[in-house]
């Protein structure tokens, strides 16, 4: 894997990790309810499950479809680059002209209040749903492709990119165990930074992965 291929790779994995919804998700996951360890546990089962079963049929489907014999990606491959950069603007753009919606704040607290007090099929259902990398899924299938994997390659990479992708949600099930009442009280304080402050690092890491994919995109074109 070239150093190209591993920046994009931990900039792309950057971006899924301070997701916005994800972290939100997440950060309620683990607040509402009386079980917080139960739900969390549940929730990242459920988000990791789904997310490496993606990575294990796209290893089969896709596999190193995305790699060049030469020393310059495939055309689709730089075309695809400058789409997902589009893409990652128009998200980013998208969500800094606008602040939180509080009825979508409302809604979400709704909506995860229902979960921590459901079944435990139904929270992995919502993990999976909920707080897997969503948009950043493709992209970071694209670049793992590109580098020439093995099938053993392509899922090291996969694992490494679902893990950090759910940092903040694994760090904070380890924080409940070992130090249940303080880490409340922190995640409790965290939802109103997140609204202020996580939020607008999430977006601009995406507008830097945007930028690396359109420079790689258009180098490659021209080149």
Not at 98 to 108: C, D, G, I
Not at 205 to 221: E, P
Request: with cysteine.
């Amino acid at each position: 894997m070239s150093a190209a291929d591993w920046s994009e790779l931990v900039l792309v994995s950057l971006a899924a990790m301070a997701s916005p919804t994800t972290l939100t998700f997440s950060v309620l996951a683990l607040v509402l309810g009386d079980r917080p360890l139960r739900t969390g546990f549940l929730f990242l089962l459920g988000a990791f499950g789904a997310t490496v079963a993606i990575g294990v049929l796209a290893a089969f489907v896709l596999g190193d479809a995305a790699s060049s014999s030469t020393s310059t990606p495939k055309t689709w491959v730089l075309v695809l680059d400058i789409v997902f950069a589009l893409g990652c603007f128009f998200f980013a753009g998208r969500g800094l002209r606008r602040p939180v919606n509080p009825e979508t704040a409302r809604s979400m607290i709704d909506k995860m209040s229902g979960v921590a007090s459901s079944p435990a099929i139904a929270i992995v259902g919502a993990g999976a749903a909920l707080a897997n990398p969503g948009g950043f899924i493709p992209i970071a299938l694209k670049t793992i492709s590109q580098s020439h994997p093995t099938f053993a390659t392509f899922m090291a990479q996969w694992l490494a990119f679902t893990i950090v992708s759910l940092l903040p949600l694994i760090t904070a099930l380890v924080l409940l165990v070992f130090a249940r009442q303080w880490t409340e009280r922190v995640l409790n304080r965290a939802r109103g930074w997140l609204e202020r402050h996580a939020i607008t690092v999430g977006y601009v890491l995406v507008i830097l992965l945007g930028i690396a994919l359109l420079r790689n995109g258009i180098a490659g074109l021209t080149s």
